[in-house]
C-alpha cells in the first residue's frame, strides 16, 4: 500500500469515529428521552402548584409568584443551563363596564444551572418585580402565565424547550 | 441493570470524545454553514426541472465517459517502453 | 474492470443512493406527520412538510447521479475524485436543507397546553464540521490520485 493510502486511512478511521460518536449520541439521547417521558412525575411544570401571594389586588400592594419545577434526569446526559421564562398577564376590568384589559405584568428568566444524570431536583421560580397598572382593579380579574423551561441535553448538542401557554392560574 | 451501566460507560466514553472534539469541530460546522448559505441560494426551488435534467445529464454522460474511457486500457508510456505483464487478465487482453 | 462491469456498480450505487437519500427520509417524515409520542402530536406543518420533500427529491437526484458517475469511475481515477467531492459538497446541501425546511426544530404538540421544541442545530453544526474533513479527505484524494497517475494506472493494468 502507499504511503498516501495509509494516512488517508488514519483520517478516515478519525472520522469514522467522530460519525459513530456522534450516532451514539443521538441513539443515547433518544433512550434517555424515552426513560424520562415514560414516566410523567420525571418533568412537573409547575411541581406542587403554584402560589400567589397577594393582600388586596392594588398598584401598591406586595405581589409573589412562585412557580416550582420538578425534574428527575434519569437520562444519560446531564441537564444543563437550566432556564426558566415566566411571563404572567393579566385580563382585568377597570372601568366597570364589560371591557376586559390585558397587560403583562411579569416578564423574567432565571437560570438554574446544571442537574446531573441520575439526580433530581426541585427548582423554585421566584417573582417578585410585578409591573402593575396604576389604577384599581375591579372584579373580575385573571392571571395567565406563559411559562418556557428550556434546557441543554446530549453533550449539549441538543437544546430543548418545553412551552406551556395561556395557563389560567387565576 | 448490566445492560444499563454498558450504557453508561458508553455515553462516558463518547462525552469524552466529543467533548474534546467538539471545540475544534463546531467552528469547523459554522465555517461550513457560512459557505453552504450562500450556495444554496442560488438552487431554485419549487422547479424539480432542473434537478431532473441535471440527473439525467450527469448520468448519460458518465455511460458516454465510461464507453470511450473504461479504465482497463494499457498505459501510454508502457506501451512505449514495450513492457509487458504477465497477468491473466493481460494474456487475455494480448 | 470494463465499461459494462463498471457501470452495473454505478448503477448498483445510484440505487442505494436514491434509497438513502430520497426515499427513507421521504417515509420517514411522511411517518412523522401522523407520529403522536404518548399522545402527544409530533407537529410537521403541510408547509414544512412540502418544503421538507422538495429539498430532498433535489438534493436526492443531484447526489444520486453523481454517486453513479463516482461509483462508475475507474478506481483511483481523477474524474472518481473529482465527482466524488462533489458529491460530498452537495451532501452537505441536502443535509443543510433541512434546516431551511424547519426539521431541525423537531415541535411535538401538548395538546391543550403548549408545546415541545428540540432543537438540534448545534448536533448538525458538528456533523457539518465532520463532513469538511470528508471533504478535506475527497480533496486529499484528487490531489493524490492527479500526482501519482501514472504509478495508479500501472497499477490498475497489473491487477
Partial sequence: MRTARVFRWIMRIFILLLTASLSVVTILGGLSAVNILSDPNNIQVPAQGYSITSNVIGPNDTWYVNVPIGINNVGYFDLNNLELDFSLEMEFNSTGDDSIHNTTIYNDVQNFGNLQRGSSGVFEFNATSFTVPSFHFLEPYEFRANITVSAYYSLDLILFEIHIIDLDIS | MIYQDFLQGLADIIGAIIGFLKPIVTPIGEFMVTWIEYVLVIFPRENFIVYIVICVILIATAVFVNCYWPGNKRPKHLKDKGMEFTTTENEKIL | ?159
Avoid: H
Avoid at chain 3, 399522545?39 to 436526492?60: D, K
Fill in chain 3, 1 to 159: 474492470m470494463g465499461a459494462p462491469k463498471n457501470m452495473v456498480k454505478g448503477l448498483i450505487f445510484m440505487g442505494i443512493y436514491t434509497v438513502v437519500t430520497i426515499v427513507i427520509p421521504l417515509i420517514t417524515f411522511s411517518y412523522m406527520r401522523v407520529l403522536s409520542i404518548q399522545g402527544f402530536a409530533i407537529e410537521l406543518t403541510q408547509e414544512g412538510y412540502e418544503s421538507i420533500s422538495f429539498w430532498i427529491i433535489a438534493f436526492g437526484l443531484l447526489i444520486s447521479g453523481c454517486a453513479f458517475f463516482t461509483y462508475s469511475s475507474p478506481k483511483q481515477s481523477i474524474r472518481k475524485g473529482v465527482f466524488a467531492l462533489i458529491q460530498v459538497l452537495i451532501n452537505c446541501l441536502y443535509m443543510w436543507s433541512y434546516k431551511f425546511s424547519g426539521a431541525t426544530d423537531i415541535r411535538i404538540d401538548i395538546g391543550g397546553y403548549g408545546y415541545v421544541i428540540l432543537i438540534v442545530t448545534q448536533l448538525v453544526l458538528v456533523y457539518m464540521g465532520v463532513y469538511f474533513l470528508t471533504i478535506a479527505i475527497k480533496i486529499y484524494d484528487l490531489v493524490d490520485f492527479s500526482i501519482n497517475r501514472q504509478s495508479i494506472r500501472e497499477a490498475r493494468w497489473q491487477d
